[in-house]
């Protein structure tokens, strides 16, 4: 098996790059991290994906957003969350299931997502 078909299997299907490459651009990625430029204009959604790891996001533009399961179940609502970084910013995340985002705001939603791999 190929090292890219072993990240592949490790990964799954659904992972972020795989999936929504037009929203996530990989930055560096070794054996401890990997880091995301995630960006979603005005208007754009994801496909499904996963993210396998938790991570540290720093906020390079912030949008209001709706992240939504693979049937369709809203399981987070920017407008409904007390969280509202600013730019330059950083908040954690866990790893999160099956899901796609909406940006449903007027600007980017711009994270730089660092995956950390020894945590899952």
Request: overall charge negative.
């Amino acid at each position: 098996m190929s090292t890219e078909e072993s990240r592949s299997a490790t990964l799954g299907p659904l992972d972020a790059v795989e999936r929504d490459p037009e929203h996530h651009d990989v930055l560096l990625e070794n054996e401890q991290v990997r880091v995301l430029d995630a960006l979603l204009r005005p208007g754009e959604q994801t496909e499904v994906h996963t993210h396998v790891w938790p991570s540290a996001l720093y906020v390079l533009s912030w949008s209001d957003f709706v992240r939504i399961d693979a049937e369709g179940k809203v399981l987070a609502d920017s407008r409904t969350m007390n969280l509202r970084p600013r730019p330059g910013e950083a908040i954690w995340s866990p790893a999160l299931p099956p899901h796609r985002v909406r940006n449903v705001g007027d600007r980017d939603l711009r994270l730089i997502a660092v995956e950390l791999k020894s945590l899952r």
